[in-house]
Each structure stands twice: as C-alpha cells, then as structure tokens.
C-alpha cells in the first residue's frame, strides 16, 4: 500500500506564486509517472502536468510558460511550481501516481485547494 500526502495548497493573490508537494509514503513500491490534476466547482478533473521517471513531461495548454512540475525520485516527491496564477487557476490539485507493488495501481492524493483572487 502506498499513500500520496500532498500540502502547499492556499489563498494567493492573481500574479502570485504557490508550490505544491506530494509526497509518497509506504512500503516496497515503485513509482512510474506522477502527476497533478484539479477540478474545479462544477467541472470535471483535468490533467495539470504529468512527469514520467525519467524526467519526461507534459502540461495542459492553459498552464504552459507559468507551471513547472518535476519530481525527485529518491524522495518519491512531486512538485508543482505555479507562477503568474490566474483566477481561473482555482481549483482543488490532486496528486497522481502510477504505483507498482505487485501490478500498476493509480493511487490519488486527498487534494489540497488552490484559490486565486482577483
């Protein structure tokens, strides 16, 4: 079993600045791709930024230029650098990863809130 505990969510003004970190804990897994996606109020759950072990990553349109993720595997930590947040960028961010024990399983964060005021 593993769990993903994410924290760095908060209240920033528009223009500002907020990391987020998940943080995998547990006992002999290993961890392929991680990810952070959000959902906002009366939306569906989309994909932030994706990075797989080696480094590889992916962001959605609305956040490349201003969101870095990357990831330290010998931690099995996320990040999420978001910079020149916007209003529309309010949301709750779910952590993602592909965690192996015995078969790939998808595991989630418990989501931490992310509101940018005007």
């Known amino acids: 079993q593993a769990q993903l505990v994410e924290s760095g969510g908060g209240l920033v003004q528009a223009g500002g600045s907020l990391r987020l970190s998940c943080a995998a804990s547990g006992r002999s897994f290993s961890i392929a791709a991680m990810g952070w996606y959000r959902q906002a109020p009366g939306k569906q759950r989309e994909l932030v930024a994706r990075i797989t072990r080696a480094g590889s990553t992916n962001y959605a349109d609305s956040v490349k230029g201003r969101f870095t993720i990357s990831r330290d595997n010998a931690k099995n930590t996320v990040y999420l650098q978001m910079n020149s947040l916007k209003p529309e960028d309010t949301a709750v961010y779910y952590c993602?990863?592909?965690?192996?024990?015995?078969?790939?399983?998808?595991?989630w964060g418990q989501g931490t809130q992310v509101t940018v005021s005007s």
């Open positions: 993602h990863a592909d965690v192996t024990v015995v078969v790939p399983v998808p595991y």
